[in-house]
C-alpha cells in the first residue's frame, strides 16, 4: 500500500462563488456560461445564458444541469423542460459531457436558444443503464413521483444560488417531460404518476420493452397499453351545449408525442399507433423517424427535440 504520508494530497475544490463545489464530480464545473467584461469566467465556457451543475442529494442526481437560455427571463414559476438520458454505453459519464456537441451531435442547450423560449432545461445525471424497466439506475425517478420531488429540490437550489432569484426559490410552472433511448420507462413511470403539470411528453427512439408483469408465464408489460392509458387519464371531460343539449367532450391536459427508428421501438410504437386510432385518442401523436433503424437511433433525438421546442405549447 504503500506509506500513506507519501501519497499525493488531492486539494479540496473550492469556489468563491459555490460553496458545493467539493460535492460535485472532479470533472463537473459549478458553472458554465459565456464571459463578458465585467464577468471574465475562466473555462470551461457554455452557450448563453448560463449553465449550474448541482449536486443534488437525491439518488441518481448528481450532477444536474440547469440550463437558463438566452435571454431567459427570471420570473416564478419556471416553466420547465426535464430530460432524461438513456443508457451511458461508456460513452459519457455526466450530463455535461452529455450535452456539450461531442455526443453524437446532442445539443440540447443551443436547440433551446433556437427556439427563444421562456424555460429552463433541466437534466440529471443518473447511472449507467436507466431504463428501460424500472431499476435502480433510474434513482429517484424509478418512484412514483418522483419528478415532483426532485423539481421542488432543484428550485430550492436555483433559489439559494442562482442571484436573479435572490434567495427565494422559484415555483414549478408547466413541466414538459422528454427522454431518448431507455428513458421510456421513466417518461412511463413519471407521466402516471406526477402531480406537476405536465403539459407534454415527447420520447426519442424510447419505446422498448419494460420487463415483465409475469416472467415464468412469458407475459411482458404493455407498454402501448400503458401509454393509451395515461393518455387518457390527461384528460378531463368538458360540457358543451348544442342547443340545450349538453354534451360531454374530452379535452386533454397533456399531448404526447413519440419518434422511431429502430426496431424494438418500432413495435411497440406502432402497436400504439393503432390502439390510439381505435380509440380516437386525439393528444397521441406517433411518427416514424425520416430514416430508419438502429444506425439511426440518435438522429431520433437530434433531429426531432428542436422541433418539439420550437413548438410546445405550454412555454
Not at 52 to 72: E, Q
Not at 227 to 237: I, S, Y
Request: glycine residues 10%; aromatic residues 12%.
Amino acid at each position: 500500500m504503500g506509506n500513506p504520508k507519501s501519497q499525493p494530497h488531492q486539494a479540496v475544490r473550492t469556489d468563491v462563488r459555490f460553496d458545493f463545489v467539493d460535492k460535485l464530480p472532479a470533472d463537473v464545473p459549478p458553472i458554465e456560461q459565456q464571459p463578458t467584461s465585467l464577468f471574465p469566467f475562466p473555462p470551461p465556457v457554455g452557450p448563453a445564458e448560463a449553465t449550474y451543475y448541482f449536486p443534488i442529494p437525491l439518488d441518481g442526481c448528481n450532477p444536474t444541469g440547469v440550463f437558463f437560455p438566452a435571454g431567459f427571463k427570471f420570473t416564478s414559476p419556471i416553466n420547465v423542460l426535464l430530460y432524461f438520458h438513456g443508457h451511458k454505453l461508456g460513452e459519457f459519464k455526466t450530463i455535461n459531457q452529455y450535452w456539450n456537441g461531442n455526443l453524437h451531435g446532442i445539443r440540447l442547450r443551443e436547440d433551446v436558444n433556437a427556439a427563444g423560449k421562456n424555460v429552463v432545461l433541466i437534466a440529471p445525471t443518473m447511472g449507467e443503464n436507466p431504463g428501460s424497466s424500472l431499476n435502480p439506475a433510474m434513482g429517484i425517478f424509478r418512484q412514483p413521483g418522483g419528478g415532483d420531488d426532485f423539481l421542488a429540490e432543484v428550485a430550492r437550489w436555483i433559489g439559494k444560488y442562482v442571484p436573479q432569484y435572490n434567495k427565494a426559490a422559484p415555483g414549478i410552472g408547466n413541466v414538459v417531460l422528454a427522454g431518448h433511448s431507455g428513458a421510456g420507462g421513466i417518461l412511463s413511470q413519471q407521466a402516471k404518476t406526477m402531480t406537476s403539470r405536465v403539459c407534454e411528453v415527447w420520447g426519442f427512439d424510447s419505446m422498448y420493452g419494460e420487463g415483465w408483469v409475469d416472467k415464468l408465464h412469458k407475459q411482458a408489460i404493455d407498454v402501448a397499453g400503458n401509454w393509451v392509458a395515461t393518455a387518457a387519464n390527461r384528460q378531463t371531460v368538458e360540457i358543451d351545449y348544442v342547443g340545450v343539449l349538453p354534451l360531454p367532450e374530452w379535452k386533454p391536459n397533456t399531448w404526447f408525442y413519440f419518434y422511431w427508428a429502430g426496431t424494438g421501438p418500432g413495435v411497440n410504437s406502432r402497436d400504439l399507433q393503432e390502439r390510439v386510432r381505435k380509440m380516437g385518442l386525439t393528444n397521441v401523436t406517433v411518427e416514424a423517424n425520416a430514416h430508419l433503424g438502429g444506425a439511426y437511433h440518435f438522429e431520433t433525438l437530434t433531429a426531432n427535440f428542436k422541433k418539439r421546442v420550437a413548438a410546445a405549447r405550454c412555454f
